[in-house]
């Protein structure tokens, strides 16, 4: 029965049908499981049979284009293609080893080649039996591929007869396979489409099976080991989270420990601190300030500011309350008040400071609080303004609204960073500079601010304008009968400590001392070297790296010492040694660093960079001092070592010059001299002795010790067969 008025039987079409259904199975199959190369393999050899069924089914058809013969040898040619394929599929699919030169070498001799002379034959003869008698060889081979699968089987079991699988496996190849690798055979009875294609499709359909079957096998491996794995995780992840726990309290218990033990720390150094501060204040106020108790005075007040913002920083972090706002203050009289000692520092800075205060501004917070803004923004503004630069504050109203702004010409801050600049220790620059404190002046500020309901509003890109405008809005307080104004007990005078005008410039170079290079950028701490080692030395100062460098190349002399700081701006201290290490002027200069940096990676980076000592920071200068004299000391003794031993060559050429009292000219001295077989060193030896020369000045002069000068006579007597050096003279002047 024929479908279509084609040459195709009902039971071919059938066959073709489920297999197209299959072959979009696999497909779908191998897009979800791109590294399953069976499913690829199964494709393939459904593709195949597909393409032999079509052509199979369809040809010879008188009424399709081409002619018989080639209609009859492309029928033949896919009949042929799909039992080649059969070898090489079990050899990769099932793991058939034995099968391999069937795969590779057996179908093209027995198959490829038999097939090729088929369509000769039948092209010289145009008789199709006739042709067909050449397919017994095929025929036969397809009995060698069965015999050599069951022994491909055999082996792939290691003759384990018993196991399931070798008896599923070997039943199902067997009688699948058979039938496809006996395509040869079935084509040469002719037996017809409907008996061929029920035969090969059947066996291919057993052969898909045993595959599904594997496939489902192997998924309930894998989702019995997915169920495993996910019941393993769920476990591990149950565990983890509850030692996670574990340690989260154990940790969150130690840093509050630690949290504990560092306000305890601040609050213990506050009164030290207070005391000190106070006494100091008192003696000042007694008996009046020198240079050097304004610099201690200074330093306390940065010590004592830092204390206080890390004990309120911490209160605000704790929800302490830290103000009292429930009290009236007069904004105006604050910022009156405090810009008087701003203005002051502005002008030693060459600052200009210009003010609009509006009068009676009041506001109900707690004045130490206002005073903790006021004072936090303009020393911003005044420690990152250039020279000649210009600071302008601000304190208006619009309605019930105070505007509170501070606005400069400075170094600007990059808008990404704006947010950051209100975070605990955040730094906008992570380079050292002498401009930075600890990053709490302004996280302070926000706290302050968000407690009085207030909002921070910053209008700052330097890439556009330089400058920054940092303008604070809070809810005006109208002022009502009964109401009494507050007094600030904090001082402005405390949080300025860090604006030093220190005019540091060179000694005048004495040719009779020795010199020191001073790099450091706190000027507090340049200054009080400069005062302390300028009693003894010639000393030039830098404030960084870059600036050391240049002075360098306009020194009237190189100096003897270099002492340097690590952490500073636009060239380190690592840098700059790294820098005069790769230059042949500046390589020889001894060089110790001073730094607060204190780990062992750091004072082991400076000491391969070429550094001689390291030495942390706070140091006693009684210590320093006596390193610098050591190493200056030791300096003086290789100068003198180096200028005694030039002189002392100097000498022996100029006598070696004026001798001519020698009858004997110098080369037949050395023809003498090799006929004994001496060395050259033994030769230059030689005639140093006959100059009169010492064994200690032969030594200095070609830089060897005297003991070596005397092994090389010894030699010298024993190869002209002299005892003493009399013997030696008259023996080489004869």
């Not at 081409?66 to 079990?90: D, H, K, M, N, R």
């Not at 040869?184 to 099976?209: K, M, R």
């Amino acid at each position: 029965m024929l479908v279509f008025g084609t040459e195709m039987h009902i039971v071919t079409f059938i066959f073709v049908c489920v297999e197209i259904a299959i072959l979009f199975y696999l497909v779908i199959y191998r897009f979800a499981r791109p590294d399953d190369k069976t499913t690829f393999l199964n494709i393939v050899l459904i593709f195949l049979l597909i393409i032999y069924n079509v052509t199979g089914g369809l040809l010879p058809d008188p009424e399709l284009p081409g002619s018989f013969f080639l209609q009859e040898v492309i029928a033949y040619a896919t009949g042929f293609i799909t039992p080649c394929y059969f070898p090489y599929y079990v050899y990769k699919a099932f793991g058939l080893e034995k099968m391999k030169f069937h795969a590779y070498k057996g179908v093209y001799l027995f198959l490829i080649l038999p097939y090729f002379i088929f369509v000769i034959v039948f092209a010289k003869s145009n008789d199709l039996a006739t042709a067909q008698d050449l397919l017994i060889l095929p025929v036969l081979y397809t009995l060698w591929i069965i015999y050599s699968l069951i022994k491909a089987i055999q082996y792939k079991y290691d003759n384990d007869f018993s196991s399931r699988e070798f008896k599923t496996e070997i039943a199902v190849l067997f009688f699948s396979l058979s039938s496809w690798i006996g395509l040869p055979f079935i084509a040469y009875f002719n037996q017809g489409q409907a008996i061929e294609a029920s035969i090969t499709n059947t066996g291919f359909l057993l052969l898909f099976g045993l595959q599904v079957n594997r496939h489902i096998k192997q998924t309930r491996i894998e989702h019995q080991r997915l169920m495993d794995s996910e019941l393993l995780l769920l476990n591990w992840n149950t565990n983890l989270q509850e030692e996670v726990d574990k340690r989260t309290k154990e940790l969150e218990k130690i840093n509050e420990q630690k949290t504990n033990n560092f306000i305890n720390l601040v609050h213990e150094t506050k009164t030290p601190l207070t005391l000190v501060n106070n006494y100091l204040e008192e003696y000042i106020n007694k008996y009046g300030s020198v240079e050097e108790l304004d610099i201690i005075k200074g330093g306390v007040d940065k010590l004592t500011n830092d204390i206080t913002n890390l004990f309120d920083l911490e209160r605000f972090t704790k929800g302490f309350s830290v103000y009292n706002h429930n009290q009236i203050t007069d904004f105006s009289e604050i910022l009156k008040d405090s810009f008087v000692l701003f203005e002051y520092y502005c002008q030693k800075q060459i600052l200009v400071c210009s003010k609009s205060i509006q009068e009676n501004v009041f506001i109900k917070a707690d004045p130490n609080a206002i005073n903790r803004i006021v004072n936090n923004l303009i020393e911003n503004a005044i420690k990152f303004s250039h020279t000649g630069g210009r600071i302008e504050i601000t304190l208006k109203t619009i309605e019930n609204k105070i505007i509170f702004s501070v606005g400069d010409n400075g170094i600007g801050i990059l808008p990404h960073l704006q947010k950051k600049i209100f975070k605990p220790y955040y730094q906008i620059s992570h380079k050292k500079t002498g401009l930075q404190g600890m990053g709490l002046g302004l996280p302070i500020v926000k706290k302050v601010t968000d407690s009085l309901g207030g909002f921070i509003q910053i209008e700052s890109n330097p890439t556009e304008m330089p400058g920054t405008t940092v303008t604070i809005t809070f809810d005006r307080h109208n002022l009502a009968e009964g109401d009494v104004k507050a007094k600030s007990t904090l001082k402005a005078q405390s949080l300025i400590y860090n604006i030093e005008n220190f005019d540091i410039t060179d000694t005048p170079y004495l040719p009779d001392r020795q010199s020191i290079l001073l790099i450091e950028d706190n000027k507090s701490m340049l200054h009080f070297l400069f005062k302390k080692l300028s009693l003894k030395y010639n000393i030039f100062c830098s404030i960084n790296g870059v600036e050391a460098l240049n002075k360098l190349q306009e020194l009237p002399v190189l100096p003897d010492l270099i002492l340097s700081d690590i952490m500073m701006d636009k060239m380190d201290g690592f840098a700059f040694v790294k820098v005069i290490s790769e230059q042949r002027a500046y390589a020889h200069i001894p060089i110790i660093f001073l730094s607060a940096k204190s780990t062992p990676t750091d004072k082991l980076k400076g000491l391969r960079l070429g550094a001689i000592d390291f030495i942390q920071k706070p140091f006693s200068f009684e210590v320093l001092y006596q390193k610098i004299e050591t190493v200056l000391n030791n300096i003086k003794k290789q100068k003198k070592a180096i200028l005694d031993s030039s002189i002392s060559n100097l000498k022996i050429l100029n006598s070696s010059e004026a001798d001519t009292s020698s009858s004997e000219s110098p080369a037949d001295l050395d023809q003498k001299c090799k006929l004994y077989q001496l060395t050259n060193r033994e030769i230059e030896i030689v005639k140093l002795i006959l100059k009169g020369t010492r064994y200690k000045s032969i030594a200095e002069g070609l830089f060897i010790s005297e003991k070596t000068v005397s092994k090389h006579i010894q030699n010298i007597f024993k190869k002209i067969g002299v005892i003493n050096k009399v013997e030696l003279i008259n023996k080489l002047k004869s």
